[in-house]
């Protein structure tokens, strides 16, 4: 199996610091839009005339793109470089933006959803690969963390100023002038990223890279992201239904209660991830899907939008636990040549996932009962955290 090596713990702190800050503040740009498309997106379908099945298109067509392009892009990745592919994923946001302030109709949407596809399928495996080349093995979860928080605080600025824009002008009026925003701010990220980042990968061009070490950590560590993200995204698209029935609470409602867990992604995942780190990523995966288990199972007895916050804060602090430490055992496992095709991987399993849960989850909140998705999920989850614990034997990491 292919461990960290001293030659790669040296070289870290060297390229680390400048290619690290780079891609946080990047993400930081791009993720302005992220917040706000949940919300708005199905709201601005319905004005342009789309019935439900092509609102439902317009994110199952994200998903089936990054599926479809990340194998293919974590090969690339190792042959030909994490730069430009973290360019080219900027790019494809600065387009996707200009393409949804054009869009006024249903085809327009489509069109800039799958560009977005396309464009986090590369931006999103270039900055893993990028962050796993230059952290070393005992700092790869907290960089890992920092990642996700650039993405998380630019989210929640974004938020801010897109509700801002939207309630201050007509729907129609102020969509393109918000997404053309959008389109600026990502074109300055792609600016300066092209100016800063310099290539992280030191085995670009080989003619002959190492295979991944189909070991069974790594096999096991397959299995558990396609059935706990097949879990997790089961719960996702009935939880706003369920919640608005059981507590009566509009959008509104929902999105207060939503941020304090909002702030725990934005500022605690670097420090957790420190936490795997310190103490192996074994113990944080676990706890957090234990802990993500109970959380669900809970959400059925729910009676006020402040015991929802405490569970939705309590949920974002497991997952910005466990989420650090699996992103660095994927680098833990792998090898510098190897790890885009490895993402690459991992991020396929998460995707087949996400496809799959949410078939499954509508089904057995209509037939079997509007509590089912939530206790099945607990169930999964615990399950997984079970095996884990068990099962999973993560060799030392050499320093």
């Keep these: 199996m292919t461990t960290t090596t001293s030659q790669e713990l040296r070289a870290a702190p060297a390229a680390g610091p400048l290619a690290l800050g780079v891609v946080q503040h990047s993400i930081f740009w791009i993720a302005l839009p992220f917040g706000i498309l949940d919300f708005v997106l199905p709201i601005y379908g319905r004005r342009i005339g789309a019935d439900a099945i092509q609102i439902g298109l317009f994110f199952s067509v994200f998903s089936l793109m990054t599926v479809l392009l990340r194998p293919l892009a974590g090969v690339a990745l190792d042959r030909y ?165 059981r507590l009566a609470a509009d959008v509104t409602d929902l999105a207060t209660a939503f941020l304090p867990a909002a702030l725990v992604w934005a500022w605690l995942p670097s420090h957790l991830g420190r936490l795997a780190d310190r103490f192996g990523r074994k113990p944080l995966m676990v706890l957090g899907l234990a802990a993500a288990s109970l959380t669900s199972f809970l959400i059925p007895g729910l009676t006020s939008l402040a015991a929802l916050a405490i569970l939705w804060a309590l949920q974002a602090l497991c997952y910005a636990a466990g989420d650090p430490a699996e992103q660095a055992l994927v680098a833990d496992l792998t090898g510098g040549d190897q790890r885009g095709r490895a993402y690459g991987l991992y991020a396929t399993a998460g995707g087949l996932g996400a496809v799959l849960g949410p078939l499954l989850g509508g089904w057995l909140y209509q037939n079997v009962g509007t509590n089912a998705p939530f206790i099945a999920n607990g169930a999964v989850l615990a399950l997984c955290g079970l095996i884990l614990a068990i099962l999973l034997q993560i060799p030392a990491r050499r320093s």
């Design 81 to 245: 470089g994490r730069r430009p592919f973290f360019l080219a994923g900027l790019a494809g946001y600065a387009l996707t933006m200009f393409t949804f302030a054009s869009a006024s109709q249903v085809w327009g949407i489509l069109l800039a959803r799958a560009l977005q596809g396309l464009a986090s399928a590369c931006m999103w495996l270039a900055a893993q690969a990028i962050t796993a080349d230059v952290a070393g093995a005992e700092s790869r979860g907290s960089a890992f963390g920092r990642v996700t928080q650039a993405s998380s605080q630019g989210g929640i600025l974004g938020t801010f100023i897109g509700f801002s824009v939207l309630f201050s002008l007509e729907l129609e009026t102020s969509w393109p002038i918000l997404f053309i925003g959008y389109a600026a701010v990502a074109l300055f990220a792609l600016f300066k990223a092209w100016r800063d980042l310099k290539e992280t990968n030191p085995s670009v061009h080989l003619a002959n890279s190492t295979p991944i070490p189909h070991s069974r950590p790594w096999l096991l560590l397959m299995l558990v992201t396609v059935v706990t993200a097949a879990s997790w995204s089961m719960v996702s698209p009935v939880l706003m239904i369920f919640l608005q029935d």
